[in-house]
């Protein structure tokens, strides 16, 4: 058994690994069948490719742990959707070996990466196909063509069973009742009669006699479909007339169903774009009219709501002059001198008993911008009606003391007052003038009674008044006043706040009072205060949604009647193109011989004609891309598709240079047969390449028993460097696997069994891209990059090392890899010298000997450059010893400074040492 890949995560918790057999008796001695869950892959070409788990092989005992399931077509979507559901169950927490016979890797990683998907649609299918190594293959993970087959509303055989057998005898995955193809049920809780009516109902072309007779490459040429097994032959002879009839009757219903294989039908289309035409004409008469309609009542609305604001904010500044008038009156009162007490005390009453809106007023002089109160008088009556005392009074001019000290500055100011009293009422402060200069003023407190009835609600409109600082003063609801709430976070009390002119109207979304209004304001000319009129357009339009729901419900009875027209009508029209589409499900699948002829002289005849012609030239298309894919690297295929012209041309690209060879392979080659040589060397190459391919590398070229491979082109490859040395890690970790393999086996040669490998990485600018001559290019890479890594995988020989690398690959993997300086080279056909590095592999892995051999490795070679010669083969010595085996590179070292303490290279020497040959 040979392991072909790595773990690949797989479902939900389980593991898939794949796994090469010869599918003889003695491959299986050795196999542990506790180990996980086996699945034996077989394959067979009817039409389209389909697959099974194989039943019982010949040399496996009776507790395997293995599944079973009967042949399936790659198409027939819900079958393969409940049996990866089934395999995520099964295989929870578990590896799944797959064996399958050489030639069928392809077809198994393309099987079970189209399971994975319709497991979990949301990975991409990009991903998917990366994972299971299937980059640039020409089938589709995602795609989703059903047989019509499987599919068919008479098939009552909807899902094969599962069958998962181990020590615990036969589980088998499945529905409790399973319908038979004649009508006979399965009970699932009779074993007996479950494992009897299964073997009926099993597919008739699973021969007995051998497992593996019908096993065929996904990628080769179908057989003649006459010579393959029929339904009806399994049946007795009084049901074959009736199975040819429903199958029949199934081709036919099958010919006239717009849906089949398809999202939407022409008849559905022809439909759709009536039904698209006649809503949208209608919704667009619908939208004008409604516009204008909405338009005219806006364009009333507005002049509605700005004529109110203007009304009652005239009306509300006329009646705060005349407050302000009659204040200034009483103020004058207050401050004559020489007016006999009794007679001012009698002015103040008469004033309070005519007005009894004014509760409270004060004259104030200044002392340090602030408030000292001179003379200040109650409205006696009012005091005694209500539980207010004096003491608020002073509350209410303390707590607004710095707003009413501006009226120091010439300003009027306007004040809510209201908190702390029962009713509302509001401030005015305004700078009086007393022995001819505006040193005072007159703050007045005075009920809102005197313009309240100009805010009442009234209609749908709401209207309000508020200060320069955005305080509501009059509200038709009270307890909006009584709170003194600042409404500067309606958005046109901000606008009025922040606009110079004095009248204006947007429409906002009001998040508090939830919402589109539409809003007015008009300033009064006073203290900046202003009045707002605002109305909610829900209300304002309610006759124009009124208008549109009654549009949309006669709109949706004309378009249910012309759907109803339209889909008789159709039918006329698609019933020739849907027999066209029959045959173009066919070269979906991959059917190219398609069973139609033109039956019509018009454009579908015609367009019959051209369909099998062109079933014809995608037949050969599909064999040349098979042929192509194979020579080629997939990848290289893939971008060649999208810009052939663009690879033509080339580029100057920053790749990773990839070189491997095998040690002594002429030798090898001269021991072995031609059948075995290539037997090994396609076993070798074949576990090389999924190595190169799964870190995301791109195979440029083999050259006998040679591995060129490129990383970052043509398609970008992050952390290339680092990818190029974990293919190259894993690589040698590979081959010790074949060899140990191969010697457990005594496969090949006793050379081929401890045959090695070395390999080169450099990284650098290279030319890449396809170079030959118009008629016959390949793709590959050129340059002293390139050259390089070749130089270097030669080099690996001489000093005993499986990988070499130079700097720039050293620097991209410090932090996963251990690496050893070697030596300072200057290479063949290179004059600048060479740092070569030896990559020994992942940091997690190496043991503590080989790092400390690595570090006084590195010791001594530094004393090397210093031309201490005895103290270089001390710590060279010691670096060999510290490994516990023998290093070919410290002996080379050991022998250079033997050499040099004989013949000093003298004090200009740079350290370089100057390879002769390649």
Known sequence: MIEISAEIPFLRTSKLVFLIWDESPGSLETWDWNEGITIFFQTRRAGELEFRFGPPLWGIPTDTNRLEFPFVSIHNIPTNKYLASELAKLGEEKTIYVLISKGLESEARSVFARLEYLWDDKISPDRITHKFGLTGKTSSVSDTQVSNHHLSKKNSLIHPPLEFIGKSGINRVKEKVLVSANGAHIDRMNPELDEEVSDKVSSPDESPNHPYDLIESSFSEPENLDDKPKEEDSLPKSDTAKVKEEKKEETADHALDGSSGTKFSLQLKMMGVISLLFALSVSVIIFFASFYFKRSIELQLRDNNIRIAEIIGSKVKSDILGVVEKGRQIAITLTTQGLPEAERKLLIKTFFENDKEFIYLGIFERKENSLVMKREVFNEEELKKSSVTEEDFHTVVNRNRDSLAQAFNGQTVLLNSSPGFQEPSFAIAIPTAENGELDNALVMIVKLNKIIGAFSKKGIETTFMVNGNGTVLAHPKEDLVLAATDLTSMPIVKSMLTSAPNTGQMSYLDEELGGSYLGSFQKIGFADAGVITIVSEEKAFADVYKSQKTNLYIAGIGLCSALIFVFFFSKTITKPVLQLLSATLEIAKGNFKIGIKPTTQDEVGLLTKYFIDMGAGLEEREKVKNILGSMIDPVVVQEAMVDLAALKRGSETHITAFFSDVASFSTISEQLKSADLAALLNEYLSAMTIILKKHEGVLDKYIGDAIVGIFNAPVPVLEHELKAARASVDMVTKLADLREYWTKNNLY??????????????????????????????????????????????????????????????????????????????????????????????????????????????????????????????????????????????????????????????????????????
Not at 750 to 768: T, W
Not at 783 to 796: F, I, M, P, S, Y
Not at 894 to 914: A, H, I, M, Q
């Open 749 to 918: 040669s006793k050379e081929a069994q401890v045959m090695d490998a070395r390999i080169g990485l450099n990284s650098g600018p290279a030319k890449v891209g396809f170079m030959g001559t118009d008629a016959l290019a390949s793709y590959t890479m050129m340059g002293d990059t390139v050259n390089l890594a070749a130089r270097l995988e030669a080099a690996g020989k001489d000093y005993g090392v499986n990988i070499l690398i130079t700097d720039p690959i050293r620097d991209s993997i410090q932090g996963e890899m251990v690496t050893r300086y070697l030596d300072l080279v200057r290479v063949k056909g290179k004059n600048e010298p060479v740092k070569i590095h030896e990559l020994i592999g992942y940091r997690s892995m190496i043991s503590n000997n080989f790092l400390e051999a690595a570090e006084i490795y590195e010791s001594g070679f530094k004393e090397y450059l210093n031309q201490n010669w005895n103290s270089a083969i001390k710590y060279f010595s010691e670096s060999e010893k510290a490994k516990g085996q023998k290093d070919k590179s410290s002996r080379m070292l050991v022998e250079r400074c033997e050499e040099y303490k004989l013949n000093p290279p003298g004090s200009d020497w740079d350290g370089v040492f100057t390879r002769t040959h390649k």
